[in-house]
């Protein structure tokens, strides 16, 4: 297929700049234990993530969607011709709404999906090929970091980098500065960047969204623990620990943990470490930040990104931030 490339960039653990399962080590044998959650996403992860999305309580990519579906030929008349660049692609879902505003208004169709399963990229590039006639597609499995360095030329007179589903939330704010100026090195000036975040709001409706009822949340933060097993030889026995997760409202962030059900002792072979873990001990495994417009609008700024136009739900739950270089 002429229409398909895929490049795949070096995978995810080669691409540490530091040994292999050094961030686990790091993160179990500190005091206040925590894993990236990066591993949450093996294939049963990005699935259970997927079902997540469908949730009656997280209204997060439901409401993201509705505002992309009226917000999309906004985009597209703004930007013109213009390649999407986007990070952390997944199923594509989101992005089939401004690939049809670009198409809508007869503009050509380029996208360069960027996500570190291989598989999941093929399979979503093949079914948009289908669907879409005139798309290219240049794909590039590997983490944003290596991705947004090894960008291929431009083809187009612009291109977008869309950064959606509120995914910054689950950097720190030193991890998101970085993030920033690796986006603005990315960009030329007059390009774009197309951010979605989720915003403040009520204590109850954030803690419903990160402990739903069928328990599906919790299944995602315990399957970390068995791709842990799978990747470093581990004995983590998933059914001694419990999801735990709870709004900080001095930090504005959700934060997930897994909860020790008794004192235990878990060995990570091929890592050589052993880890004591008290009864009720937690091991951080996530932070969702929950952001304010202002204050990101005024981050962005410091790197040089200028908000062009911001749109939200009439709940004013999330946030979509056109910026521009
Ligand atoms: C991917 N990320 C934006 C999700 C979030 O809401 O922070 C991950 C997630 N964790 C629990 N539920 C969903």
């Known amino acids: 297929e002429k229409r398909l490339k895929i490049q795949h960039l070096r995978s995810v653990t080669a691409s540490l700049t530091t040994t292999a399962g050094s961030d686990v080590v790091k993160g179990l044998t500190q005091t206040a234990k925590t894993l990236p959650p990066r ?3 093996d294939d049963r992860g990005s699935d259970l993530f997927e079902q997540i999305c469908e949730l009656p309580e997280y209204y997060v990519t439901r409401t993201e969607t509705a ?12 930007t013109k011709e213009c390649e999407l660049v986007e990070l952390g692609s997944g199923s594509s879902t989101k992005t089939r709404i401004l690939l049809d505003a670009y198409q809508n208004l007869g503009l050509p169709l380029r996208y360069l999906p960027i996500d570190v399963s291989a598989g999941m990229l093929e ?24 991705a947004l360095h090894e960008l291929p030329a431009k083809q187009l007179p612009s ?46 409706i954030l803690e419903a969204a990160y402990n739903d009822s069928q328990g599906v949340t919790a299944a995602f933060n315990l399957n970390m623990l068995e791709h842990i097993n799978w ?6 026995d998933t059914t001694q620990f419990e999801h735990f997760a709870f709004y900080n409202d001095t930090e504005n962030q959700i934060e997930m943990h897994l909860r020790s059900l008794k004192s235990q002792n878990v060995k990570l072979e091929a890592l050589n470490i052993s880890v004591d873990i008290k009864a009720s001990e937690t091991i951080m ?10 204050t990101i609008k005024q981050q962005l700024s410091t790197h040089g990104l200028i908000t062009q136009k911001v749109w939200t739900d009439t709940n004013n739950w999330f946030g979509l931030l056109l910026c521009q270089l």
Do not use: M, W
């Open 159 to 204: 291109r977008i980098i869309a950064f959606i589903g509120s995914t910054l939330g689950n950097l720190n704010p030193q991890e998101s500065e970085v993030f920033f100026s690796q986006i603005t090195q990315a960009l030329h000036s007059g390009e774009y960047f197309l951010l979605g975040i989720d915003l403040q709001k009520p204590k109850h």
């Open 123 to 146: 399979n979503s590039a093949k079914q948009l090929l289908l669907d879409y006639p005139t798309l290219e597609i240049n794909a590039l499995a590997g983490t944003y970091e290596l």
């Open 231 to 236: 990747l470093y030889n581990g004995n983590f």
């Open 285 to 294: 495994t996530e932070i969702s930040r929950k952001f304010d417009i202002a």
């Open 67 to 78: 505002i992309l579906q009226a917000c999309a030929s906004d985009i597209a008349e703004i």
């Open 39 to 41: 591993y949450f996403y």
